[in-house]
């Protein structure tokens, strides 16, 4: 059974219209599994449909979460990446997790928000490959920790973020339970 200290741990998740279902369900539902809560939050509300269709009831709109409330800031990537970056709320949000202490997790695209908040320079990261013209020192790896940032390569990587991120939050005990019980 997982430790019910583990529940104490929350992450955010920030989504909009355009997200990539895989980069989010994927880590969302290891970690639910790995008995973190895990907050979906919208930038703005209402359902929110992801790149190929998939829709998604969050649990919250953005302004209805207090970012205080969280160990960590998760942002999946998908063509929605553009809308979190012209909002900006999400690089605020970012920033601030960082300066605080706490980790922040972007997947495929969502690195260009991370940029956007000025914590890539001086860290090893990864992202998609689309984006390697706007982020020339990123690096062709499934995932990287650095310090406080955790990044991954796209939807094909999401499985092994996910458990980077049970792992940062849980522990490599709780990995090897969950990875068990997916027969991963």
Not at 36 to 43: G, K, Q, Y
Not at 57 to 73: G, K, R, S
Not at 145 to 167: H, I, K, M, P, Q
Request: proline residues 5%; glycine residues 10%; aromatic residues 4%.
């Amino acid at each position: 059974m997982l430790a019910s200290a583990i529940m104490s741990k929350r992450v955010l998740c920030v989504i909009t219209d355009g997200f990539e279902e895989i980069e989010a369900i994927t880590p969302v539902d290891l970690l639910r599994r790995a008995e973190v809560e895990v907050v979906i939050a919208s930038l703005d509300g209402g359902l929110v449909k992801g790149r190929c269709g998939v829709v998604i009831q969050p649990d919250a709109t953005l302004e209805e979460v207090n970012p205080e409330n969280f160990d960590l800031l998760f942002l999946p990537g998908g063509p929605g990446v553009k809308a979190l970056r012209s909002d900006g709320r999400a690089a605020s949000l970012a920033r601030k997790f960082y300066d605080s202490g706490r980790p922040v997790a972007a997947i495929c695209a969502a690195p260009l928000v991370l940029n956007d908040a000025g914590l890539l320079e001086g860290h090893r990261f990864t992202s998609h490959s689309s984006t390697w013209s706007d982020l020339p020192k990123a690096e062709d790896e499934r995932v990287i920790e650095d310090g406080l940032l955790l990044t991954s390569r796209g939807a094909g990587t999401a499985l092994d973020f996910g458990f980077a991120l049970v792992r940062l939050l849980a522990g490599p005990e709780v990995v090897d339970e969950v990875s068990e019980s997916i027969m991963s």
